[in-house]
C-alpha cells in the first residue's frame, strides 16, 4: 500500500477535531441538533484552514444513521460511503475547472431528484469565487429557493470576488488563520501518535513557516521526516525550512538606534553569505515589526510568540519606541513593493537597511512642547543686590565718597523689558482670580487628555490676569496660543464653571508673569531639532 501523507491521514473526521475554528464547529453542531441548519453555507478564509474538511464532515453529520450528539459516528455505511468518496448523495464540484454556466445549469436540474441513499444531497462547491458571472447567475435562483433535501457548501479564498446577491443567501463563516501554537500543539499529538522523535524548537519553527494553515504545516512536517531519516529536531527543521533568524531581523533594527551604516552593510554582507532571500527577509522583517507592536499594545504574554523567545522581543522593545516601530513598518512595506517589481532585489534591500540606520529618533510632540515651555517658564532667579564695600576702618561704603556715574551711551539698545507681575486685586474679584490661576495648571492638565497640542500650548503660553464682573481675562504670549485659547474657549468655561460658576471670558495679547531665564528657546536642543529637521520656525 502506498504511503498517505500526513495532511491526508489526519484530516479531521469529526467536528471536535477541527483545529481552532471553535465558532464555526459550534454554530453547525447546534444547528443540526436544534434542527435550525441553513440551506446554503459560503466557508471562506485562507488555505489550509479546514473549510472543504468541515464541509465534508457536515455532508456525513446530516446523513448519518446514528449520529452521536451532532457528530457521524464514522462507523456506518452511510459515513463508510463519504469517507471512501463513493457516496452518491454527496457531490464536490471544483469550481476552478467547472465555472461555466452549462456546469451549473446541470447541478440546477440534479438538484431536484430526491436522494439516493440519505436524507439529503449535499453539494460542496470548491473555490466558489472562480465561477463565471453567467454561472453565479444561473445559481441564484437554485440558493434562493432549494428543495428541502439540498444544502450547500460553497468555499472560497477569495469571498470579495462572490457576488453579494450569492453572500446574500448564504449564512457565511469566516475561518481564521490557526495560531503558531496550535498547529504546534497539533503536530505535537500527532508525532505522538506516529511514534517519531521530535524537539518543541523544531515545532515551533514548522508552525511559524506554515503562516496559519495545518495542512502546510504537516507537508512541511512530512518533508522534515523524509529529510532526517524518522525525526522532526530542530537541526533537520532548520535545514528544511529555515530558521527564524530573529538575531538578522533585530540587528536591523537595532540600526535605528545605532545609526551605523557599517552596521548596515555589514549585516547586508552576512544575509547574502547566507544566501537569504531579499523579499523573504523582508516579509518576515515585517512579521516581527507587528509582533513588537503587538506587544507594545496588548502586552507579552497575549502575544502569539515561544517562551524562550519572549525576553528577546522584551529587550527590542524596550529600545524602540512605537512611532519608530511604525516608521521602519512603512520602509520595509514599501521595499517588499519594490523588490516584487525591481530586478535587483539586493538593492532595494541595501536601501531599506540605510533607511533604517538613518532613521531619526522619534520624540513625542508633547515632549517637545513640554520642553519648550520649560525653556520660556523656567523661573529667573532675582540677582541679589552687591553688598556694599567694607572700607579698611570698618565702615561700610554707604559712608564712602560716591562713585563717579559712568556716563550712558548715546545711542543705547534698547532691551525689552521683562513683562511685569500683576498683582492679585483685593476683594471677591481678587478672590476669584486666585481661584483661576491656582486652578489654571489642573484643568490645562486635564484638557491635555483630549486637546494634548492646544492645552499644552495654552498651559505655556496663556495665564488669567484679570477677573471683573462674571469675566475672566486669560493673557496670550503670541498670536498661535490666542488661536489655542479661542478653540478651547468652551473647554475651559466647562472646567472653570465648578469653581467659579458662570463665566465668560476676555483673551487677549498681552504679558504674563516674567519667568523667564537668559537661555533662548532656541538653544533648547528639542526646538533646535525642529527647526533643523522640520524648518520650523519660533512664531513671536
Not at 457536515?58 to 463513493?86: K, W, Y
Amino acid at each position: 500500500m502506498s504511503y498517505v501523507v500526513l495532511a491526508r491521514k489526519y484530516r479531521p473526521q469529526f467536528f471536535r477535531d477541527v483545529v481552532g475554528q471553535p465558532h464555526v464547529t459550534k454554530t453547525l453542531l447546534n444547528g443540526i441538533l436544534q434542527q435550525r441548519l441553513a440551506h446554503a453555507y459560503l466557508l471562506s478564509g485562507p488555505r489550509g484552514v479546514g473549510k472543504t474538511t468541515t464541509a465534508r464532515i457536515l455532508a456525513r453529520a446530516v446523513n448519518c444513521l446514528t449520529p452521536e450528539q451532532g457528530e457521524p459516528c464514522g462507523r456506518c455505511d452511510r459515513c463508510a460511503a463519504a469517507l471512501d468518496g463513493r457516496a452518491m448523495d454527496v457531490l464536490e464540484i471544483d469550481a476552478a475547472s467547472n465555472n461555466s454556466v452549462d456546469d451549473i445549469r446541470e447541478l440546477r436540474n440534479a438538484v431536484n431528484y430526491a436522494p439516493i441513499e440519505g436524507r439529503a444531497k449535499v453539494y460542496i462547491v470548491d473555490e466558489v469565487h472562480m465561477l463565471s458571472k453567467p454561472a453565479f447567475n444561473a445559481l441564484l435562483k437554485t440558493l434562493e429557493e432549494p428543495p428541502s433535501h439540498a444544502y450547500f457548501c460553497l468555499a472560497t479564498t477569495n469571498p470579495q470576488s462572490v457576488p453579494q446577491t450569492i453572500l446574500s443567501r448564504c449564512q457565511r463563516f469566516d475561518f481564521r488563520r490557526v495560531s503558531a501554537g496550535e498547529i504546534a500543539g497539533h503536530l505535537r499529538l500527532i508525532l505522538s501518535k506516529e511514534a517519531i522523535p521530535f524537539d518543541d524548537a523544531a515545532l515551533d519553527i514548522i508552525a511559524r513557516k506554515a503562516d496559519g494553515s495545518i495542512r502546510d504545516s504537516l507537508s512541511l512536517l512530512d518533508q522534515v521526516i523524509a529529510f532526517s531519516g524518522g525525526t522532526a529536531l530542530r537541526q533537520d527543521a532548520v535545514d528544511v525550512a529555515g530558521d527564524l533568524r530573529l538575531d538578522l531581523h533585530f540587528r536591523a533594527l537595532g540600526l535605528i538606534e545605532s545609526h551605523s551604516l557599517a552596521d548596515a552593510f555589514l549585516l547586508d554582507e552576512e544575509l547574502a553569505k547566507l544566501g537569504v532571500d531579499p523579499q523573504d527577509y523582508i516579509i518576515g522583517m515585517e512579521e516581527q515589526i507587528i509582533l513588537l507592536l503587538q506587544i507594545k499594545g496588548v502586552g507579552v504574554d497575549r502575544t502569539d510568540i515561544p517562551m524562550d523567545l519572549k525576553a528577546d522581543y522584551l529587550h527590542v522593545v524596550e529600545k524602540i519606541s512605537e512611532a519608530e516601530l511604525v516608521r521602519a513598518l512603512q520602509l520595509c512595506a514599501a521595499a517588499e513593493i519594490d523588490v516584487r517589481r525591481n530586478f535587483n532585489p539586493r538593492v532595494r534591500l541595501q536601501l531599506l537597511l540605510v533607511k533604517l540606520a538613518s532613521l531619526e529618533r522619534s520624540v513625542q510632540l508633547t515632549e517637545l512642547i513640554e520642553r519648550l515651555g520649560r525653556a520660556t517658564s523656567a523661573p529667573t532667579p532675582t540677582p541679589a543686590p552687591p553688598k556694599p564695600p567694607v572700607s579698611p576702618t570698618g565702615i561700610t561704603g554707604s559712608a564712602q565718597p560716591a562713585p563717579k556715574p559712568t556716563p550712558a551711551p548715546q545711542n543705547p539698545a534698547p532691551t525689552p523689558a521683562a513683562p511685569p507681575f500683576v498683582p492679585t486685586p483685593a476683594g471677591a474679584d481678587g478672590d476669584q482670580l486666585r481661584k483661576a490661576q491656582d486652578e489654571w495648571e489642573r484643568i490645562c492638565r486635564r484638557l491635555a487628555e483630549k486637546h494634548n497640542s492646544r492645552a499644552n500650548l495654552i498651559r505655556f503660553g496663556g495665564y488669567p490676569m484679570g477677573y471683573a464682573n462674571g469675566v475672566l481675562r486669560i493673557n496670550f504670549m503670541s498670536s498661535s496660543h490666542l488661536e489655542a485659547g479661542r478653540a478651547l474657549g468652551g473647554a475651559l468655561r466647562d472646567e472653570y464653571s465648578p469653581a467659579l460658576g458662570p463665566v465668560q471670558f476676555d483673551f487677549q495679547l498681552g504679558p504674563i508673569p516674567s519667568t523667564a531665564d537668559d537661555k533662548p528657546p532656541e538653544e533648547d536642543p528639542a526646538v533646535k531639532l525642529l527647526m533643523d529637521k522640520l524648518g520650523a520656525r519660533l512664531v513671536q
